[in-house]
């Protein structure tokens, strides 16, 4: 499962990164999660993810990401902003995971 987290510049998100790596167990498979600053998402999301995160800063660009987005497939959704503060790898990671496995099981 390929991850990409959106945000604004990317300080607090590659802490959020960092946790979701550390919340990742042998069920998840092989799991890689990147983040980029919102600048870069149109040239990253072309490269094979498979869940787009965003931060809730960013919420504002889910209608903008959302077409590129249906286009190539990728579920996307903004992260809460209580696990995003609180930097809860964990939960978020559940998120991705979820999303992924709707994303499988509609295919």
């Not at 987005?69 to 790898?89: H, K, N, Q």
Request: proline share 5%.
């Amino acid at each position: 499962m390929k991850v990409l987290l959106v945000c604004n510049a990317g300080m607090s998100t590659s802490l959020l990164v960092e946790k979701m790596k550390k919340a990742v167990k042998p069920e998840h498979g092989e799991v890689v999660i990147e983040a980029v600053p919102v600048e870069q998402f149109e040239e990253e999301v072309v490269k094979g993810y498979d869940v787009v995160l965003l931060g809730p800063q960013i919420r504002y660009k889910k209608p903008d990401f959302q077409k590129i987005t249906d286009e190539l497939g990728i579920p996307l959704e903004v992260i809460s902003l209580a696990d995003y503060g609180m930097v809860r790898g964990d939960k978020v990671l559940e998120l991705a995971v979820k999303l992924y496995k709707e994303k499988k099981g509609g295919q």
